[in-house]
Nanobody, 124 residues
Framework: QVQVVESGGGLVQAGGSLRLSCIAS???????IGWFRQAPGKEREGVSC????????YYTDSVKGRFTVSRDNAENTLYLQMDSLKPEDTAMYYC??????????????????WGQGTQVTVSS
């Protein structure tokens, strides 16, 4: 099973930026990876995903125009550049192998080993 490790979170003021990274244990070329987040008391939501070729990407409405997803297949790494951060972006961010559907990332049903995640906290 694919294992993932997220990093890059932190505490930032509103309007600031962070860049999250997700490193996968397997060769990246055949994988589609997505970003999810979960705020306290809320369900996990799909934030973004990108096709294996990098040609197609999905963003949930609340982050469109502010977040940019990218991937480096040579490094088995997925990135999430987050700009113009808002307090409502505060959450634990996770990555996982997915099907990147037009309506959002669908987690691979065989994937159960969610990583530790990386905490993003945006102060107002």
């Amino acid at each position: 099973q694919v294992q993932v490790v997220e990093s890059g979170g932190g505490l930032v003021q509103a309007g600031g930026s962070l860049r999250l990274s997700c490193i996968a244990s397997e060769t990246f070329d055949d994988l589609t990876i997505g970003w999810f987040r979960q705020a306290p008391g809320k369900e996990r939501e799909g934030v973004s995903c990108i096709s294996w070729s990098g040609d197609n990407a999905y963003y949930t409405d609340s982050v469109k125009g502010r977040f940019t997803v990218s991937r480096d297949n040579a490094e088995n790494t997925l990135y999430l550049q987050m700009d113009s951060l808002k307090p409502e972006d505060t959450a634990m961010y996770y990555c996982a192998p997915v099907t990147c559907a037009p309506w959002g990332p669908i987690v691979d049903p065989d994937f159960v080993d969610w990583g530790q995640g990386t905490q993003v906290t945006v102060s107002s």
